[in-house]
Nanobody
Framework: QVQLVESGGGLVQTGGSLRLSCAVS????????MGWFRQAPGKEREFVAT????????YYADAVKGRFTIYRDNDKNTVYLQMNSLKHKDSAVYYC?????????????????WGQGTQVTVSS
């Protein structure tokens, strides 16, 4: 059984920073790719960033490129999303997800395991 638990969300002012964490427990050895998605009220879940568990190569949505950084700590089985220069439109529930597939996975359907989500609110 694989579990993903996010933390680190909260309320921050425009221009501020937050770091989200996603702890992965269970059968972690088969993890290939991790991703972060977000969903704002009334909108579809959208891709934010993804990282190869093996190579640590990260890929980003255009909307967050240059502001967000995804990285992982293998020893802690944790993936992080460092968010800087936050904007009001970054407000959403952020979800981490795990996939057994390799590649640059931007579709939610490529991920089979999801965390419960953590709320990020950026005040304007």
């Amino acid at each position: 059984q694989v579990q993903l638990v996010e933390s680190g969300g909260g309320l921050v002012q425009t221009g501020g920073s937050l770091r989200l964490s996603c702890a992965v427990s269970g059968r972690t050895l088969s993890t290939v790719t991790m991703g972060w998605f977000r969903q704002a009220p009334g909108k579809e879940r959208e891709f934010v960033a993804t990282i190869s568990w093996l190579s640590a190569a990260g890929y980003y949505a255009d909307a967050v490129k240059g502001r967000f950084t995804i990285y992982r700590d293998n020893d802690k089985n944790t993936v992080y999303l460092q968010m800087n220069s936050l904007k009001h439109k970054d407000s959403a529930v952020y979800y981490c997800a795990r996939s057994l597939l390799s590649g640059v996975l931007r579709s939610a359907s490529d991920y089979g395991y999801w965390g419960q989500g953590t709320q990020v609110t950026v005040s304007s």
